[in-house]
Nanobody
């Protein structure tokens, strides 16, 4: 069984910084990618960052580009999201996702999600 545990959320002032972490536990054969999504009340869940396991290619939407940085530690099955210059618009529940997890060789990959961590940017 695979579980993802997130940490690092909280309340920060505009312009502040936070670092989110997500650790996966369980027997994992392989992973294709890691990423972060967020969802604000009344809005659709949106991708904010992703990184490929193999080549380390990253992707950011324009809304966070230049302010957020995603990184990973493959040996520890951990993904991080460093957020700076935070804005009130960044307030949301942030979810980590490990994409294409295979438990055994030959399995078709599937996605696993964390429970979410609240990030609130306010004065």
């Amino acid at each position: 069984q695979v579980q993802l545990v997130e940490s690092g959320g909280g309340l920060v002032q505009p312009g502040g910084s936070l670092r989110l972490s997500c650790v996966a536990s369980g027997s994992i054969f392989s992973i294709d990618s890691m990423g972060w999504h967020r969802q604000a009340p009344g809005k659709q869940r949106e991708l904010v960052a992703s990184i490929a396991i193999g080549g380390g290619i990253t992707h950011y939407p324009d809304s966070v580009k230049g302010r957020f940085i995603i990184s990973r530690d493959n040996d520890k099955n951990t993904v991080y999201l460093e957020m700076s210059s935070l804005k009130p618009e960044d307030t949301a529940v942030y979810y980590c996702c490990f994409g294409g997890i295979r438990l055994r060789i030959g399995d078709r990959g599937r996605d696993y999600w964390g429970q979410g961590t609240q990030v609130t940017v306010s004065s």
